[in-house]
């Protein structure tokens, strides 16, 4: 006959009457892992023994994780013995486990008789409550700063075969996970540098950078005033980071000439049809504008912008001032 390793059978049965411990309890065992809560629709699974430990860590990535389930399929041997064992979880754990050390302190979250179930599932949700089942445990009370969790399971009878302490249980852990995911939105210009760009996600003001959404289907709408405007679809993911590369393209600058009718229309020194009110491409930098009208000659310098639209009039008046 093994010793029990947490506490005497007049303890446990004294706190079968009890859900949650307001106490630190003292935990005593062999660690037989660690596992680490995935981020993602994941899993990560173990084995463990009766009177083990098992640990349970958050990862560093959380912000879709809200809750978690343990996952115990139950050997046959195990099985027989009904009524014979109990779950325990504990929260808040200290010191941080590892494999060298046996002696821990933490609040215990629940304890609960094994059901004499092949699976049983502890529903840990973080908010909310879940629906208890013959086969699923709804854990209260803890959250994502409650972790580190330790597992075990525990004999409450006399009488446990030696046998049974060397039979290991599958231990499966995954996330409970929110229905959203990430769109990373990255917007590059032909410069390399920033743009002064309005960015629209399903007709809201967003940012470049991560934005989380829900899952489905999005629309993304840029625009600006020296690029192309943007309008594609994009689809997130559950859990997921989606990236969507944005590279613009520069609006080319226009210009439209006005002038009287028999002028003459040079830029840069090349002549140029004169369409008055019908813009023309031209490019960005620095340019000069001549306009020959009978004996007259005009010439100005002119810098341009991608992006935007100017207007160059050629305006011939007569003034009278009077004192």
Request: net charge negative.
């Amino acid at each position: 006959m093994r010793k029990r390793t947490i506490y005497t059978l007049g303890m446990i049965i004294l706190l079968l009457s009890l859900r949650v411990s307001l106490v630190a309890d003292s935990i005593r065992g062999s660690l037989a892992a660690i596992l680490t809560i995935p981020g993602t629709d994941n899993s990560v699974e173990s084995e463990i023994k009766i009177e083990e430990l098992l640990a349970l860590s958050m990862p560093d990535d959380r912000r879709f994780i809200r809750g978690i389930e343990i996952e115990l399929t139950i050997p046959a041997e195990i099985q027989q013995l009904r009524d014979s064992f109990a779950i325990y979880l504990f929260r808040n754990v200290s010191p941080q486990p590892e494999a060298s050390r046996a002696s821990y302190r933490g609040t215990r979250l629940t304890f609960e008789v094994l059901p004499f179930r092949r699976k049983v599932y502890i529903h840990l949700p973080f908010s909310g409550s879940g629906t208890a089942s013959p086969d699923t445990i709804i854990v209260q009370g803890g959250d994502p700063s409650s972790f580190p969790l330790l597992l075990t399971i525990l004999p409450v009878m006399k009488g446990i075969p030696d046998r049974i302490y060397s039979i290991p249980i599958r231990v499966k852990a995954y996330p409970i996970l929110e229905d959203k995911g990430v769109a990373d939105i990255d917007v590059l210009t032909p410069e390399g540098d920033s743009a002064d760009v309005t960015i629209r996600i399903d007709g809201k003001r967003a940012a470049p950078g991560e934005t989380l959404l829900d899952i489905g289907l999005h629309n993304l709408e840029i625009t600006s005033g020296s690029y192309h405007p943007v309008s594609q679809s994009f689809t997130v993911t559950q859990a997921q980071i989606t990236s969507v590369t944005i590279e613009l393209i520069v609006l080319s600058p226009q210009v439209t000439f006005q002038a009287p009718e028999g002028a003459l229309l040079f830029l840069d020194g090349d002549p140029v049809p004169l369409d008055p009110g019908i813009p023309q491409p031209i490019e960005a930098g620095e340019h000069t504008v001549l306009f020959n009208l009978g004996d007259y000659i005009l010439s100005k310098k002119f810098v341009v912008e991608g992006g935007k639209t100017y207007e160059i009039s050629l305006f011939l008046d007569i003034l009278i001032h009077e004192d």
